[in-house]
């Protein structure tokens, strides 16, 4: 039997956090371009920014030179940096360029970054200004991913935020209808999808969507449900548009997903017998899946840094799905509400760090030992070297990990490390 009450708090929603304001090791918002692009097959992001940001990109896109990729970097240089240039001709120059050599392009981002922001370059004003001028056959929007005072999976935040500001408004009669928020692979959507409509929910969109047309209407008769917790200016859009969240899970593991699927289901006045048939067996069969790695995980101590924002849920899922004792989890931000519901199954003898201070936090792990440690890519060599196994926490935004069918990916992403340190061993 599958109902939301099997989730029992472990923990008093006004537990500590040690908060640390000092140096960060994280990427910037321009990595969520790898990931963006490929799910958003219409949509070309021309970022502003130096040859720092266009190397990040192609190194963490791994796109061959001949290839024709849907992001590229307008290099500021000497000559803009000292004003000889005019910026706002030649980014308009190049968005001209863009357009005319991809004819299927309908939606094209401005992305802004260090150097655009140093030089207070105003993209939101040139983008403004492109929209108007190419709307509706392409749209023009601005968003940044400055690696200032952000981290890596904010680039994505941010790009949403500009989406939403893009969506028609649904007229105030208009039926309930269920806005899933947040980047999933298609595989993951269409499944999702199928749950959905299986259970009697047939106004069902994502944002962002394949394809611009595909964008939904907003208003108050939206329901949202988060499928990332790293999107709080959003989720914060989506509520000045008359949209309302719906509290659950992260739909990560068997738990997660129930919780967040059932959770939908009540939202849109779904009876719950009905959801229930839909995803029991599913529900089972990824709990058989996930079981299949507790021997080798169940006990082992993980120290997560601060990183990519999925700290907390997949905390919750390694401890309550696989018996994996958390040690610190560190997160960069904590929004209290959109992880209320996780922060009560997290036992209480975890630490739960926001902000970093990474020499500080480095000492803390140096002293733990843990068995497995999932931290950014600048700290997982030299953590290596010190005998620590490690997991790099970007994979877990490149690779699908949400909902039923990919809970045992999952669990043997948090495995895998630990066999090849076993294997180093032999
Ligand atoms: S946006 Fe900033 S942090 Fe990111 S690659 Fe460019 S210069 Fe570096």
């Not at 994280?26 to 790898?34: M, Q």
């Not at 993951?188 to 962002?208: K, T």
């Not at 719950?272 to 021997?295: C, F, L, Y």
């Amino acid at each position: 039997m599958i109902t939301t009450a099997q989730v029992q708090p472990t923990k008093s929603p006004d537990r500590s956090i040690l908060r640390e304001r000092g140096q960060r090791e994280v990427f910037c918002g321009l990595t969520g371009i790898v990931w963006l692009h490929r799910k958003m097959q219409d949509a070309f992001f021309l970022v502003i920014g130096s040859r720092t940001c266009a190397h990040l990109l192609q190194s963490a896109a791994g796109v061959m030179i001949f290839a024709e990729p849907r992001f590229a970097t307008a290099i500021i240089d000497d000559r803009d940096l000292a004003g000889l240039a005019n910026a706002d001709d030649e980014v308009e120059r190049m968005v001209a360029e863009v357009v005319q050599r991809r004819p299927n392009l309908r939606l094209l981002f401005l992305v802004g970054s260090c150097p655009s922001e140093v030089i207070k370059l105003d993209l939101s004003r040139i983008a403004a200004r492109l929209d108007s001028r190419m709307s509706p056959k392409v749209r023009v929007l601005n968003y940044s991913g400055s690696g200032i005072e952000t981290t890596f999976t904010q680039g994505e935040d941010a790009c949403l935020e500009a989406l939403v500001g893009s969506l028609c408004a649904a007229p105030s009669d208009a039926h309930p209808n269920l806005l899933v928020v947040g980047a999933l692979a298609d595989v993951v959507e269409d499944q999702f999808r199928r749950y959905f409509n299986a259970m009697g929910i047939e106004r069902v969109s994502f944002l962002p969507s394949r394809r611009l047309d595909d964008l939904p209407e907003v208003g108050p008769s939206t329901r949202y449900l988060l499928a990332q917790p790293f999107l709080a200016q959003t989720s914060a859009a989506l509520e000045r548009r008359g949209a309302n969240r719906i509290d659950a899970l992260f739909p990560l593991g068997a738990e997660g997903t129930t919780s967040w699927l059932m959770a939908a289901a009540q939202a849109l006045h779904i009876p719950s017998h009905r959801a229930r048939a839909v995803i029991e067996g599913p529900a089972a069969r990824a709990r058989a899946v996930v079981d299949r790695w507790r021997s080798d995980l169940e006990g082992k101590r993980v120290f997560f840094f601060p990183d990519s924002q999925l700290e907390v849920p997949l905390a919750r899922f390694l401890t309550r799905e696989l018996g994996v004792k958390p040690v610190e989890i560190g997160t960069p931000y904590l929004h209290r509400a959109h992880l209320a519901q996780e922060l009560a199954l997290i036992p209480d003898d975890s630490v739960i760090s926001e902000g970093q201070d990474v020499e500080r936090q480095l000492e803390r792990c140096r002293r733990a030992r843990p068995d497995i440690t999932v931290c950014g890519l600048g700290l997982a060599n030299p953590l290596e070297a010190e005998g620590l196994t490690t997991k790099w926490s970007i994979e877990l935004l490149f690779t699908p990990i949400h909902g039923y069918e990919q809970a045992g990916d999952l669990a043997a992403l948090f495995q895998r490390p630990l066999d090849r340190q076993s294997r180093l061993k032999v």
